[in-house]
């Protein structure tokens, strides 16, 4: 044998041992099943989903995971990798991408509109997002929090594709493609829509024992909610292809929208807080020291001398919300405190003449 076939034998080797093993990344056999397949996939998703395993590798395991899926779940690709491995795929794919008849075609006929359905073919579509709202406390917002949670969605039936049957005039997920003779000779192609159809070429068999309630089924996912420091009403936490499934589509997202609850003491706005006390009459005039408790349990001391009119406001300086992007401002908003004087409902005679003499003696001396 002589150098150069060697060093081509060797270089061989290396890429088939380079290559990922499918199988082995899901933990199945190769005589796996398609529902089989569909589980462990199932399964390793949730398991390694960045939003919910927070590990180093655990984006690296959730990609491997996807690519293993979505070689193995292709009828096609699947039979190219058991025959070939995934040098073989990547041929098969680099070939595609070369172009050809087909590409030509489709690329001409696209730039005018096309047939129907010819471009967004290869196109998976997605499911809709579910938004939910999301209602959270200040205390929450201005501390952050993480809990688990979980969520009820639609995943596609274990075993949907023993339901599944071949159905040439299917195009796509709900689209069908129908025949209509126009005239003698003349026919016409029309995209309607065909619940029935799940795939290219495939549809569902409404019979089949399978599953007996439909392709779909409720599963409880497990999620962990994580609230960030200062986020606000309207902002949103996004759980990637976490929405409901249905065959021939891929999970939209889950979407979480800040609502925040009313607090019987603060208000928000902004980045800042607003919040009233209530002082006596006594302390109005003559100045007080108090606090009162924050949103993370701190005591906060405040002091006032001197005469407070009803209505007067004290601005604490970064004692408001956290910013969620400071940006030199200081981490956190302000807080405003209204002060509301609570005068006696009643005086005695004594209490009248008494504050009558301290008050006309203070206005005396004030002129």
């Known amino acids: 044998?002589?150098?150069?076939?060697?060093?081509?034998?060797?270089?061989?080797?290396?890429?088939?041992?380079?290559?990922?093993?499918?199988?082995?990344?899901?933990?199945?056999k190769k005589t796996a099943s398609d529902s089989e397949i569909k589980k462990a996939y199932r399964q390793l998703s949730l398991k390694y989903h960045p939003d919910k395993n927070k590990s180093e590798d655990a984006a690296t395991h959730f990609a491997e995971v996807a690519s293993a899926y979505e070689v193995l779940s292709d009828p096609d690709k699947r039979s190219t990798y058991d025959n070939y491995g995934e040098e073989g795929l990547k041929q098969q794919?680099?070939?595609?991408?070369?172009?050809?008849?087909?590409?030509?075609?489709?690329?001409?006929?696209?730039?005018?509109?096309?047939?129907?359905?010819?471009?967004?073919?290869?196109?998976?579509?997605?499911?809709?997002?579910?938004?939910?709202?999301?209602?959270?406390?200040?205390?929450?917002?201005?501390?952050?929090?993480?809990?688990?949670?979980?969520?009820?969605?639609q995943v596609m039936c274990l075993r949907a594709a023993e339901c599944e049957k071949r159905c040439p005039e299917c195009m796509g997920p709900g689209v069908a493609m129908r025949t209509q003779k126009i005239a003698p000779g003349f026919v016409q192609q029309i995209q309607m829509r065909d619940d029935r159809c799940v795939a290219r070429g495939k549809c569902w068999n409404k019979r089949c024992t399978a599953c007996p309630n439909g392709p779909t089924e409720p599963e409880s996912v497990p999620l962990t909610v994580e609230v960030q420091k200062g986020m606000?009403?309207?902002?949103?936490?996004?759980?990637?292809?976490?929405?409901?499934?249905?065959?021939?589509?891929?999970?939209?997202?889950?979407?979480?929208?800040?609502?925040t609850l009313p607090h019987a003491e603060f208000a928000r706005h902004g980045d800042d807080l607003f919040m009233e006390m209530d002082i006596d009459l006594l302390d109005a005039l003559v100045g007080f020291e108090t606090g009162f408790a924050h949103l993370d349990g701190r005591r906060v001391p405040v002091k006032q001398t001197g005469v407070t009119a009803p209505g007067t406001t004290r601005v604490l300086s970064g004692e408001g919300m956290p910013r969620r992007n400071p940006r030199g401002q200081g981490s956190h908003g302000d807080l405003t405190i209204r002060f509301n004087v609570v005068f006696p409902k009643h005086l005695s005679p004594d209490q009248q003449r008494s504050i009558r003499e301290v008050l006309g003696a203070a206005t005396a001396a004030a002129a």
């Open 1 to 28: 044998m002589g150098v150069l076939a060697c060093l081509l034998l060797l270089l061989g080797a290396l890429a088939v041992a380079a290559a990922r093993d499918f199988y082995a990344i899901l933990g199945l």
């Open 93 to 153: 794919e680099q070939q595609r991408g070369s172009g050809g008849r087909g590409d030509a075609w489709d690329n001409f006929f696209g730039d005018f509109g096309g047939f129907p359905g010819q471009r967004a073919r290869d196109e998976v579509p997605r499911t809709a997002n579910v938004e939910v709202p999301l209602r959270v406390s200040l205390r929450q917002l201005y501390s952050g929090d993480a809990f688990e949670a979980s969520f009820v969605r």
């Open 232 to 259: 606000q009403d309207g902002e949103h936490i996004v759980f990637e292809e976490s929405a409901d499934e249905a065959a021939g589509h891929k999970p939209g997202d889950l979407v979480l929208t800040i609502d």
